[in-house]
């Protein structure tokens, strides 16, 4: 005997009720403890029902009305009508009461799904309705109940219910027309909107729908009302509310009326509910005329004003009408619901779909489809999108099959029975460690939650409203019209311009179609730029070295805000492009302006030196380590382009970038020296020293080192300068990163002296031939690299010479003096003009830093806020101790901050360093834009703003620098 046969209770079957073992002796499915003999597969098949009892109570309903012979054979030896007929009971008690009026309707359980309905009767409409709803429900449900049956999609049951629907308004319309008088002369067209216009009903839904009528509109009127009051009292209720003025208007029109309409007075919704027009019953061309009329609306509809976030605020309207305690259990308007869902497909529809004729499409799942093939959404996202969706609707279609009425509404959570019914109707079951319904509300929550985030991500993108921003006309057109609106544009060569687009969007790859969907927003936004021209090359150059980047054309469909704060780097710098493709995951951190800005700017070498120390091979070291500085150069540098970082966190970031370099370098080359003979310090000078380095700057610095007991000098030095000549050669060596120059000219002796010396052999030369100008040098030196106390002790020893106790006496003050006027006269470039040059200009930064640096020379032995390497923190001290006037202070700072962040930018858009601003042309519009101004203004005004400014530092330095009062 089989298992099942063996000695069992009613209960092992799933059956709870207590008269559950009297209604299966009662059927002949039950006998002396057990089941009868060949009932096995029936028990087996109702223990899967999603609820035993009731598919139970319903066959036994059917016993006195039905050929129970014949029934009971079927159960027997059909599984095809086992399986449905029992998923069928188990599942609705309405379908349950139609087979209850109408027995022998289960003899059609094994026919195939045929929706069409040919009456002229509505008595009989209603139950030939009826009749085919069973059929697509039990051919729905059965592979719950018999797994070895086929699994039905939810896209083939949404289909088929729009299709029934379909047949019903066709067969009510027919019979209308033989009521109402005069239907012969109008011609009327039944327009499907909603769910069945897109063909993915619900089993319970009003049908909405639109009539469009010509001839005589007062019979037409008749025949649609009759129509509607014959499917309502058959079907289901006819919904006419999306016609033009909604309920308060005609209920038809003619085809010129709706155009009128649609051309001045429709609202953003109702293009969208448009959007699932489609001509079902009465006159086929009168009904593909008024799709004919109405789709260049839809189609055009993203270029209203404030389209996208009409739409937006449509949906969270929708939300706000939800009650609070239902909002979470509220499948179809709640937050992650299947509204979520359809309106991001909608908006992101009528955004693209006027350039993309494969998105125009009214079934959600299917336009979901093609949003991921087009590459307008993620693949990954369109397919949870996709699954989610499915899943959420058939938990709604299972609701809506108990009594078949509607409703959207998923149990509470501590209703044990409902949950676990409706996990079951959808083939969950339990997992050793929850219930059913514990699986089923997971899976709920994960679904809902994951619609949520990316209903969020879609329908909220920014992208949204700049692609909606562009006319529909300029997403698609001829060559001649494109070259004209790219030079409307401001494009100053529109021929090359379309070349690089055609480049981009060349053929019909996935990745073409995301650069065609993102180019009209980016021709726009460079055309913001100072160099549109130069911006689209660059973004060319981008995206063909980041083609087989995967995540780089989702990051930009995706982030609106990456999109244009990209178009604003390219348009602007020539530094950033050759950065970024060495260096593209920087690109992932423009969508998050914290994490561009970075961390505390003086810790930011951290990470760098802990990277570079897992490399024992000394040229992998210095790769990793000039790698990670263009990282963090190109990080800087797009900060500061797009207006998120001051230039005082510019210039200390770069500063502790180029100290870490240097850092990881110097420890790689001492291990890679084998045993080490000296301790070694890199002591930074210039910019550097002063925390005040720019993108171009070099790296100034001094070694020194100290042997180890029992080393001579000589062998120190010569084992030093071996360390620091490969630190050089590879820093500086040419490959794909910047490289970084290390100037050691202002070391004793300069080019002539020695590259290393010992700390005793920097204490006798300057004791006894270190002059004025070297001592000023000294003002910013800092320890940056290598052994922390050797580089104090270093400090230590220079201490007294850049901080004379007793100041300078009149001597070395006209020295200073003197060395300044014949640095203005001999090292400004030829041709330069003062008024401009960031460096030796009147006014420029030599102006400020050499007045600053006479007053640490004269008053640091008495004033210790003057001991600063700092140009600003000295300019402060100078103004606490009364040294310096406010007023004058302020000019002099006022005009360090211009000519560094002057200088700066030249840099980032040029890509080469230069001291003098540009004059005209698009660098010096570039050059302002990055300075503040706006594009588009006159950039005259900066370089005013800088002549004014670098004249007041000027006329500071001369009356303080060369004044009487020094």
Known sequence: MSELGRAASPARFGLTEPRSEEVLRGLGLWADRRPAEGSEPVLAALSRCPDPDLALRGLERLQPVADWDALSTALHEDEVVRGRLLAVLGSSTALSDFLVVNPERWRSLTDEVDVSLELADGDVLRTEYRAKLLLVAANDLAHVVEPSLPFVPYDIVAAQLSDLAVSALRASLKIAAERVNGADRCQLAVIAMGKCGANELNYVSDVDVVFVGEGDLGAATRLASTMMQIAGQSCFEVDAALRPEGKAGALVRTLDGHASYYKKWARTWEFQALLKARPVAGDAELGQAYLDVVRPYVWTAAERENFVEDVQAMRRRVEDHVPSGLADRELKLGRGGLRDVEFAVQLLQLVHGRSDESLRIQATTAALAALGTGGYVGRNDAADFGRSYRFLRTLEHRLQLQRLLRTHLFPADDDAAALRW???????????????????????????????????????RPLLQSVAGVPTEALRLTTKEAVARLAALGYTSPDGALRHIQALTHGMSRRARIQGALLPVLLDLFALTPDPDGGLLAYRKVSEALAETPWYLRLLRDEGAVVERLAVLLGTSRFVPDLLVRAPEVL????????????????????????????????????????????????????????????????????????????????AAVRAAGEPVASLAVIGMGRLGGHELGYGSDADVMFVCRPFEGVSDADAVKWASGVVEKIRRLLGAPSQDPPLQVDTDLRPEGRQGPLVRTLDSYRAYYRQWAEIWEKQALLRARFIAGDAALGSDFEALIEPLRYPADGLDAASVREIRRIKARVETERLPRGADPSTHTKLGRGGLADVEWTVQLLQLQHSGAVPGLRTPSTMAAMEAAVSAGLLAADDAAALTAAWNLATHARNAVMLVRGKASDQLPTSGRDLVAVASVMGYQPGGDPGEFLEEYRRTARRARAVAERVFYGEEL
């Open 422 to 460: 409706l996990a079951r109707s959808v083939g969950l079951h339990a997992d050793g460690r929850r219930s059913e319904g514990q699986v089923l509300l997971a899976e709920f929550r994960k679904h809902a939650n994951q619609v949520r985030r990316l209903h969020e991500k879609l329908f909220y």
């Open 588 to 667: 992932r951190l423009l969508a998050d302006t914290e994490a561009l800005i970075g961390r505390d700017p003086h810790s930011i070498g951290n990470p760098l030196r802990s990277a570079v120390s897992r490399y024992d091979d000394l040229p992998r070291a210095v790769a990793a380590a000039r790698s990670l500085r263009r990282h963090e150069m190109l990080r800087v540098a797009a900060a500061d382009l797009l207006g998120f970082m001051p230039i005082e966190t510019v210039c200390v970031s770069l500063s502790e970038v180029w100290g870490a370099v240097l850092q990881s370098a110097l420890d």
